[in-house]
């Protein structure tokens, strides 16, 4: 499980960078815990334009990611959102590169069948879209995530 520390992170920081781009018509709210069992099936979630995402999010500290730190459980929660219609996330986030890929289940099902339980950041900026890539970038003096980006190539025809 994500440290409370990440997930807050970055839920706050779509709250704030979607809000100010799309105004009210996104949510972003916390998954909060759960009492009984212990297991949260995700971290946060988003409502955009009548659209679910769900987002698991999971830091590494050097530039490897071990596939079997994701719980079966948060895989199978994430899947049951893409089942419905919605969008089940793995939200990765390579500290030392400031970098974060945004992954579908079946995205990461398929990187992890083709190299293995460890994959490279390289590994997912080579493969996935450069939408599902957001980085850490200074704006107007400030430093954010471009997680613009990523919704802007969700639902454009809306």
């Known amino acids: 499980m994500a440290k409370?520390?990440?997930?807050?992170?970055?839920?706050a920081q779509f709250r704030t960078e979607l809000k100010e781009f799309y105004g009210d018509r996104i949510f972003v709210q916390?998954?909060?815990?759960?009492?009984?069992?212990g297991k949260k099936p995700f971290?946060?979630?988003?409502?955009?334009r009548k659209e679910f995402f769900g987002f698991e999010c999971k830091a590494v500290k050097g530039k490897t990611f071990n596939v079997?730190?994701?719980?079966p459980h948060q895989t199978e929660s994430l899947q049951r959102i893409e089942d419905a219609g919605g969008y089940g996330r793995f939200l990765i986030y390579f500290k030392e590169?400031?970098?974060a890929v945004i992954v579908s289940t079946e995205d990461m099902d398929y990187l992890a069948e083709m190299f293995g339980d460890s994959l490279k950041l390289d590994m997912f900026?080579?493969?996935?879209?450069?939408?599902?890539?957001?980085?850490?970038?200074k704006f107007g003096g400030k430093t954010s995530w471009n997680v613009i980006r990523y919704f802007g190539e969700i639902n454009k025809d809306d």
């Open 125 to 137: 900026v080579e493969k996935l879209s450069q939408n599902k890539i957001i980085r850490r970038v």
């Open 30 to 37: 916390l998954f909060p815990d759960m009492m009984r069992t």
């Open 97 to 99: 590169e400031k970098t």
């Open 4 to 11: 409370r520390g990440l997930e807050a992170k970055f839920s």
């Open 68 to 71: 079997k730190r994701i719980a």
């Open 43 to 48: 971290d946060f979630f988003v409502i955009y």
